[in-house]
């Protein structure tokens, strides 16, 4: 038997793992991926917005010329923190950084 090893995951640049959620950046092909997952309820607001923050501090510092953020694992968001990712948005958008946002998210939650 052959023991076939897979490329490691790259390690985060900044993570949270919190009651249901979790989050993470990691750097991508030149570009930050910001991945979150579970539930991200009031509980992990000030969890989330640190990770966004550091998210937003790496890509203006790096110059990625794109910020990812993966939504596809994320089971539900509830009003305290789609807050702080609209917010989050409005710092990009106003921040005149050079970098773009993309969202990945799953079509079979509508909500996203």
Known sequence: MSHVKL???????AAFSAADCRGSVHREDGALMVRLGGAAEFRVKDDLE???????????EQGAPQVTVDIRALTFMDGSC?????????????GGNPFRVVILSDPSRPWQ
Not at 7 to 13: K, V
Not at 50 to 60: F, I, K, P
Not at 84 to 90: E, H, P, T
């Open 82 to 94: 789609l807050k702080v990712v609209a917010r989050w948005f409005q710092k990009v958008s106003d």
């Open 50 to 60: 640190r990770l966004l923050a550091e998210a937003y501090r790496l890509g203006d």
């Open 7 to 13: 490329p490691a995951e790259p390690l985060p640049l």
